[in-house]
């Protein structure tokens, strides 16, 4: 076990994608080298790429790399697709977006199946993120399908956040009024290509004329990135966002509002296993049978459940 | 609702060489899905290098290869050879489609464990994977 950690922190790749792994898996030996590895992390740059199915967001994290790359910085990618309901199980194609960084030594790309998270990120996001973080990297992107609340999710795990849209999809513009802006630190009109991406570029700014003054305003980028272009643009975008957390001491707070988060929602999870460890399944079973007849309400049931633990 | 770890098998799916079809491949990958695996596919043209990084990089359990060029004896020693450089001897080989019987033996001494050839059952390919997958 120290032996992973250690080639891990030396810099092998392949120690980085066991552990990985590991954490992703929630086993024992995942938590613990989460536990070696956390005090390292933290100092990478975390930028979620967002936005609908197909909007291009893989394309653009690649182009994005790449820039970075130029650029002499290393990059980490988690690439989240969601799992099929049904059987758990998922196809993760990101990475064929992203075939010109594929034997790039500054560059680590890593595919991560949902498994069915509320919020349609993977459940162990924040972990694996540490983990990338820990190897050193000096910037992470996070790719996650937006289907609402995911972009709020993903707000939580990354630093800066890139909502991506693309012209043509009046739709965009509805799931913007919903307060998705709020979320969006930097926007993206990508497939500029395609008509009607100026149109929708200053649809997207007057909608940002309408939030309060005081609010800051996310620049709009317009990006073609199969071709690579406005990467330049939107990672002078990315660095103006993370000067201004800085400016304003909002890094700090923003982690302190995830740590919480995420010590609450680990601290859920382990209360229930105790509840489901100390509870026979004949006594759950019973109230399920007693709820579901309407002889118990579900609150009364649950406070019996967490009795075990809080005696 | 204690999120039970992950045993799942975690496939590559990567097709070698120039020929531009991936149906076969994309069939293969939809099966696994629908078996419950979590399949990582990387789309047409893969170089040896490129199959073997993404499989350390993505960790997988079991490398699928499929080609329909032709071209299998010259690529395939290349890609184990590539997994081999990055002690990656442990993953789970198969490959399929269109390869002569002839090349079987060889293909076995490479150490490919499964040759799925055109007409094949997909559930034949995911029970396979099932019961030949070690999660390590
Ligand atoms: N014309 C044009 N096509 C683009 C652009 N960016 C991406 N595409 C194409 O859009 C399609 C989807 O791109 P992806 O990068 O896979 O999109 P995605 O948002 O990652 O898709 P999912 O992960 O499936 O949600 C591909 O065919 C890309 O080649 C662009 O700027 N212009
Ligand atoms: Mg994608």
């Known amino acids: 076990m120290e032996d992973i950690v250690e080639r891990f922190l030396a810099g092998n790749r392949r120690a980085l994608a066991r552990v990985i792994s590991r954490i992703e898996n929630e086993t024992p030996e995942g938590r613990e080298y989460l536990r070696q590895l956390y005090p390292h992390s933290g100092r990478a740059h975390t930028i979620g790429v967002t936005g609908s199915a197909g909007a291009g967001k893989s394309t653009l994290t690649g182009a994005l790399a790449a820039e970075y790359r130029r650029h002499g910085k290393t990059v980490g990618i988690v690439a989240v697709d969601p799992s099929s309901p049904f059987t758990q199980g998922a196809i993760l194609g990101d990475r064929i977006r992203m075939q010109d960084l594929a034997l790039d030594e500054g560059v680590f790309v890593r595919s991560m199946a949902g498994r069915g998270a509320l919020g349609g990120l993977a459940p162990s996001i924040n972990d694996v993120v540490a983990a990338v973080d820990a190897f050193g990297f000096d910037y992470i992107i996070i790719e996650t399908v937006g289907a609402g609340q995911d972009e709020v999710e993903i707000a939580g795990t990354a630093m800066t956040t890139v909502l991506v849209n693309n012209p043509g999809t009046g739709d965009d513009?509805?799931?913007?009024?919903?307060?998705?802006?709020?979320?969006?630190?930097?926007?993206?009109?990508?497939?500029?290509?395609?008509?009607?991406a100026d149109t929708l570029a200053s649809q997207l700014q007057g909608l940002l004329n309408l939030s309060p003054k005081d609010m800051r305003r996310p620049p709009i980028?317009?990006?073609?990135?199969?071709r690579g272009e406005g990467m330049q643009e939107l990672a002078a975008a990315i660095a103006e966002h993370r000067e201004y957390l800085d400016e304003h001491g909002l890094l700090q707070q923003q982690r302190e509002k995830n740590a919480r988060h995420q010590v609450l929602s680990a601290a859920r999870a382990i209360l229930l296993q105790r509840i489901q460890a100390a509870t026979p399944d004949e006594q759950l079973d019973g109230l399920v049978q007693r709820v579901a007849s309407r002889d118990l309400d579900p609150h009364t049931a649950a406070e019996e459940l967490a009795n075990v633990v809080s005696g | 609702m204690t999120a039970p770890a992950q045993t799942k098998p975690r496939v590559l799916i990567a097709k070698p060489g120039l020929d531009g079809h991936d149906r076969g491949a994309k069939v293969v990958a939809r099966a696994l899905r629908d078996g419950g695996c979590e399949v990582i596919y990387t789309g047409i043209r893969q170089t040896p290098e490129m199959i073997a990084e993404a499989a350390l990089q993505e960790d997988v359990d079991v490398v699928g290869l499929s080609i329909l060029s032709g071209a299998h004896l010259e690529l395939f020693p290349r890609v184990v050879e590539e997994l081999k450089?990055?002690?990656?001897?442990d993953v789970l080989l198969f490959c399929g489609g269109i390869i002569p019987d002839e090349d079987t033996?060889?293909?076995?001494?490479?150490?490919?464990k499964a040759i799925f050839r055109p007409g094949t059952d997909t559930r034949d390919i995911v029970k396979f994977v099932y019961d030949n997958a070690s999660k390590s």
């Open chain 1, 173 to 196: 513009i509805q799931a913007m009024k919903a307060g998705i802006l709020e979320i969006a630190d930097v926007l993206v009109v990508n497939k500029a290509d395609h008509p009607g």
């Open chain 2, 85 to 89: 450089k990055r002690d990656l001897d």
């Open chain 1, 221 to 226: 980028v317009k990006t073609v990135s199969t």
């Open chain 2, 105 to 112: 033996a060889e293909l076995e001494k490479l150490g490919f």
